[in-house]
């Protein structure tokens, strides 16, 4: 089957006047249709970065990048909005900047909308699990909080196949953080979307089936029912999960041992 998402030596570099910020340097990575995955690791490991270019938000600096089997840096700007509108949806750090400032939560919602038919009852029970059924206010007016379950409700308008969210629980207390995550969980179960969601919050990371972290614009390492593994590169390297830096701090040389199983990481006396 096509996968959701398949990164091939993904790099990603932001020029500014006068220097140039390696935010990924060789991503590869597959998830599957229906797979739902939390992407971890410290602040400015490229986290974001990776999400808006699942997005179509930026075109990959190298490397290729498909949605849904689609290579998105040769799609036309038209056809990417389209694939947007029709198959991705979206939640961006700021909840703000995903809303539309003067409509209500149900215009905001049914603008998502536009790209299928517009399905009130859909849009209705979608408020209602983020307990935004009776809001009449203007999303501009809105709290931070009300703005972020908005933007997952929205995201979620069309049904798409893949939702990213950025954060979307960080103002959330844990009642509406629940909530959220409730509908994230029923949007993969019922309609088979694809999840992926950049969080530093371990109730979403726990609900979710796959981890990814990402460290200094790599995947690190990777996670699945609980247990948490490296990842080989595709020129044999490992980074080493910092709990281990103290042991092999980086820099030092080791010796690398063969077992049946796998290879040992010896220091090597100085
Ligand atoms: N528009 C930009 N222009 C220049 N540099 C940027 C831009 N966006 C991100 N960066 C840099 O790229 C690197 C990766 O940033 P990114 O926001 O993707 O990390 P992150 O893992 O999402 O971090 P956080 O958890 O703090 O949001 C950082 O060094 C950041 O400063």
């Known amino acids: 089957m096509t996968a959701a998402v398949r990164c091939d030596g ?65 799609l036309s700007p038209g056809a990417l909005d389209r694939m947007r509108a029709a198959d991705i949806g979206v939640v961006l750090q700021n909840p703000g900047r995903n809303l539309i400032p003067y409509a209500t939560a149900a215009q905001n919602v049914a603008f998502a909308q536009r790209a299928a038919r517009t399905d009130r009852r859909r849009a209705a029970a979608l408020l209602d699990r983020v307990g ?17 379950r908005l933007a997952v409700a929205v995201a979620l308008a069309n049904a798409p196949r893949l939702l990213l969210a950025d954060e979307p629980t960080s103002q959330l207390d844990d009642d509406s953080g629940r909530a959220v995550i409730g509908l994230i969980e029923q949007a993969a179960e019922e309609n088979g979307t694809t ?14 089936g796959r981890t990814i972290t990402i460290r200094d614009g790599k995947v690190g390492a990777e996670g699945r029912h609980g247990e948490e593994f490296v990842v080989v590169g595709r020129e044999g ?23 049946p199983d796998g290879v040992a990481l010896r220091r090597a006396e100085s």
């Open 10 to 74: 993904v790099v990603q570099i932001y020029k500014t006047r006068d220097l140039e910020i390696v935010a990924l340097r060789d991503v590869d990575l597959v998830i599957a249709q229906g797979e739902t995955v939390a992407l971890l690791g410290p602040s400015g490991a490229g986290k974001s970065t990776l999400m808006w270019l699942m997005a179509g938000l930026l075109r990959p600096s190298a490397g290729r990048l498909r949605i849904n089997g689609t290579d998105v840096s040769r």
């Open 132 to 148: 935004l059924g009776g809001m009449r206010r203007r999303a501009g007016a809105m709290s931070g909080g009300e703005q972020q």
């Open 195 to 208: 999840v992926v969601v950049v969080t530093h919050d371990a109730a979403v990371s726990r609900a979710l």
């Open 237 to 259: 390297g490992v980074q080493l999960p910092p709990e281990f830096h103290e042991l092999l701090p980086p820099g030092s040389m080791a010796r690398v041992e063969a077992l």
